[in-house]
């Protein structure tokens, strides 16, 4: 038996669940299918459980891309406030922490849930769990028709979106699907890499810090290449947030923001008291104190911080009145300008999303369709990606939603 559909949607995440809905209540008949027997497990974990949906301040300029403007398009036509409305008529409170990040007051269910209604009102079919085991395009009369061989019978329709996601957090589900669908068709692919990952340091290297393990204070961080110039540090991208301290290295938001920016063997350098003049106030400190300069330095930074720092010199372990001019500036310099060098990150089991995927030069910004008529791409698996703070969910939106729109427009062409 043959099942027939207008438009296939593969892929039961964020973007999969608001591009089926919406494109079932424009009309069209949807098949939503998905390999795992749970629909969106990035949107259950997400924000400690409370998912981080979307961010008040999202503009193209949160987004990294191969093509940066690519993004304009969708993000324009399908803007925070439009999904904030959404929220608001399935009557799910919802709160604002910081910089513009939007949580769900109860849990990420309720975001779920708001999905899985919106494809019911659009009478959306869904199968899970329904493993892909084929694509093929066959043309018909001069119109692509695309048989998808499943593990529940072979599938019709002229009409395909690809929104499988990235590499991210495969222990629930993410797999190379989408990128294989798009080689397939002769699509070209940006190396996709693990990104909003801790970065992690060698063993050796990082022993007097791991001690540290657990401790977060805020910063500035960026980076870049190790010869940069003043000019191109200045152009550097540089984030203003809190690190943490882990066994292995680094994480929390600062560091979390500038892995997607980290390429390996370029260093990251943090200023760890941001707004604070270190060596100013440490050769204050030598005229008129006779404490240790570990405890002074601990009035400035975290004093875990400071006994480890000051630990690794036997010549900063004296009272500041007998430290010379050079040492306290030489300290309070490196504090504001540490450089060191990841040798690597916690990769795709840790990373809360994947940079790179389907080149934005084979897909149309307006309808998200590729150069293979019918065929689309939708989401994470797209090169095109946010920062940390909810700019993920609003491109799974924004992209869901233009794509939508265009396989409406096209089936009527179709029918027609």
Same mark, same amino acid.
């Given at each position: ?17 608001? =591009? ?83 949580? =769900? ?13 919106? =494809? ?16 093929? =395009? ?89 010869? *940069? ?78 006994? *480890? ?26 504090? *504001? ?74 089936? *009527?062409?179709?029918?027609?």
């Amino acid at each position: 038996m043959t099942y027939k559909f207008d438009v296939v949607v593969i892929g039961a995440g964020a973007a999969g669940l608001f =591009c089926a809905g919406q494109a079932g209540q424009l009309g069209l008949k949807v098949l939503l299918v998905d390999h795992s027997d749970k629909v969106a497990e990035k949107i259950r974990i997400s924000g400690g459980g409370r998912c981080n949906f979307t961010n008040r301040d999202a503009t193209p300029a949160q987004f990294l891309s191969d093509n940066p403007h690519f993004c304009r398009s969708a993000l324009s036509r399908y803007t925070p406030q439009d999904f904030i409305e959404l929220l608001q008529r399935h009557g799910v409170p919802f709160h604002e922490k910081h910089k513009g990040q939007l949580f =769900c007051d109860r849990s990420a269910e309720d975001i779920i849930n708001l999905l899985l209604a919106e =494809c019911d009102d659009g009478q959306v079919t869904r199968w899970q769990p329904c493993s892909i085991k084929s694509v093929v =395009c066959a043309e018909q009369a001069g119109i692509n028709s695309y048989q998808i061989q499943s593990d529940r019978g072979l599938i019709e329709a002229p009409q395909v979106v690809i929104a499988t996601g990235g590499l991210s957090i495969p222990k629930i589900g993410a797999t190379d699907f989408g990128y294989r669908i798009a080689k397939q068709f002769n699509l070209r692919l940006i190396e996709p890499r693990a990104a909003l990952v801790p970065l992690t340091f060698d063993g050796d290297a990082w022993a007097p810090y791991a001690q540290l393990a657990g401790l977060a204070l805020p910063v500035l961080i960026e980076t870049g290449p190790l010869d *940069a110039t003043p000019k191109q540090r200045k152009k550097a991208m540089v984030f203003a947030e809190d690190l943490l301290f882990t066994h292995r290295g680094l994480s929390g938001p600062a560091v979390l923001q500038i892995s997607s920016f980290w390429r390996e063997g370029q260093p990251v350098r943090i200023n760890l008291a941001p707004g604070t003049d270190l060596p100013t106030l440490l050769l204050r400190a030598k005229a008129s104190s006779k404490k240790l300069i570990a405890n002074e330095l601990s009035s400035l930074v975290p004093g875990r911080l400071a006994d *480890a720092w000051v630990g690794q010199d036997a010549a900063l372990q004296r009272p500041i009145v007998d430290a010379t001019d050079k040492a306290l500036q030489t300290l309070g310099q490196r504090l *504001a300008d540490w450089q060191l060098t990841p040798n690597g990150s916690e990769g795709y089991r840790k990373a809360e999303v994947t940079v790179g995927g389907v080149d934005t030069r084979d897909l149309s910004s307006q309808t998200m369709e590729s150069k293979q008529p019918g065929l689309y791409f939708i989401g994470e698996v797209v090169d095109v990606t946010g920062w940390l703070g909810g700019y993920n969910f609003q491109w799974a939106w924004a992209s869901g939603f233009a794509c939508a729109q265009a396989l409406a427009a096209r089936q *009527a062409e179709l029918i027609a």
